[in-house]
């Protein structure tokens, strides 16, 4: 089974061409860093002209790299939500043009699945179900992954996702665009213990994650000019660390662990918090599990996996499928205050 994937709902425009038997044909990817960065974050507006630029050419060549025709792939998934609307409407709308052109059947894939299935591409043996803490620039969230099309939120953040806090540090500490890998870098040279900044929620009864306060800490610390620039990013880091274990540890004594413990979104792509990871997980005797960085950040190997998956469950989708700014990936879970929005 071969399936096109299509991405596009924040600033990577992607296309990739991945099997049932894990192999990834072709997966290409055009950023946007350079169109947003002077504005220090990603713009709706021009994400959305850059994908309608880029996604034609980056499919043929995706194509094209892959040695194959439209014809003979099975399926074309393309991200249908959450994320920035346009973006999405951009690549929704391509995948409905190509399967209609190729008479294939489309997958509206939610792109927060794409990134939850992402490490079931690259790892045979990870099997339902696992939790799953799912850390992007819009979202920070604890999954319990039953299956496909079968989540059970147990936490999500009440106002910043973590990847939302690196880049707002990053954008006070002057460390540019994108900010994730900018603080990962600084934080390197930096002292982790040198600057007190709070742990929101830490050790609290309650489920959730919280990041704002941290955020305005590092506003104070960046103002009082007491502390260099290495040594504020190496202590946020250790913060939002502190935060990301200790709630996800928390979620683990209420539940019956599952064999594995899974990390999947952008902020996954962190060394640091790799490996703080891996440390619970072997404390508490699970499986640690996280895909490759490159898979971790948006891209459409993961879209294109996760189409393999609802295709091979028979879910597939009418041309006229809406585009969905918001797509909770367990729609019973109750809505906290604050919760981000963002892919
Ligand atoms: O999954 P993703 O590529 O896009 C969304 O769906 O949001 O995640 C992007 C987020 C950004 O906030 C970015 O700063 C963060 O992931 N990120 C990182 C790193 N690489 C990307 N955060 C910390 N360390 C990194 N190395
Ligand atoms: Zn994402």
Not at 198 to 205: A, E, K, M, N
Not at 254 to 273: C, E, F, Q, S, T
Request: hydrophobic letters at 50%.
């Amino acid at each position: 089974m071969l399936i096109l994937g299509l991405e596009s709902s924040c600033d990577e425009t992607a296309a990739a061409i991945v099997s049932d038997d894990r192999r990834i044909f072709a997966h290409r990817l055009a950023g946007q860093e350079a169109a947003h960065r002077p504005y220090g974050g990603v713009v709706p507006e021009i994400a959305a002209r850059a994908h309608v630029e880029m996604l034609g050419p980056l499919v043929a060549a995706t194509l094209d790299e892959a040695g194959m025709t439209l014809a003979q792939v099975d399926a074309i998934a393309a991200t249908a939500g959450p994320g920035l609307i346009g973006g999405v409407m951009v690549g929704l709308v391509t995948g409905k043009a190509l399967a209609h052109a190729a008479g294939k059947p489309l997958i509206a894939v939610n792109h927060l699945e794409g990134h939850a299935l992402s490490p079931r591409l690259v790892d045979p043996d990870l099997g339902f179900p696992y939790l799953l803490l799912l850390v992007s620039g819009g979202h920070c969230q604890l999954l319990l992954v039953a299956g496909v099309g079968r989540y059970r939120r147990l936490a999500t953040t009440i106002d910043d996702a973590v990847g939302e806090a690196f880049d707002k540090t990053a954008k006070i500490l002057g460390l540019g665009f994108p900010g994730g890998p900018a603080v990962e870098r600084a934080a390197a040279a930096g002292d982790a213990m040198r600057v007190p900044l709070p742990r929101p929620l830490l050790g609290s009864d309650e489920p959730h994650f919280s990041f704002a306060g941290l955020k305005s800490a590092v506003v104070r610390a960046h103002d009082s000019g007491r502390w260099t620039v290495g040594d504020i990013a190496a202590s946020f880091q250790a913060a939002a660390i502190d935060c990301l274990v200790d709630r996800t540890d928390r979620a683990l004594r209420r539940i019956d662990p599952p064999a594995a413990l899974v990390l999947a979104g952008g902020v996954a792509a962190n060394r640091a918090v790799r490996l703080a990871f891996e440390r619970l997980a072997a404390a508490q005797a699970m499986r640690f599990v996280a895909p490759p960085v490159w898979l971790c950040t948006d891209n459409a190997a993961m879209i294109g996996w996760a189409g393999v998956e609802r295709f091979a469950a028979g879910l597939t989708d009418p041309l006229d499928v809406a585009a969905r700014p918001r797509w909770p990936l367990d729609p019973s879970a109750e809505a906290v205050r604050g919760a981000g929005v963002k892919a």
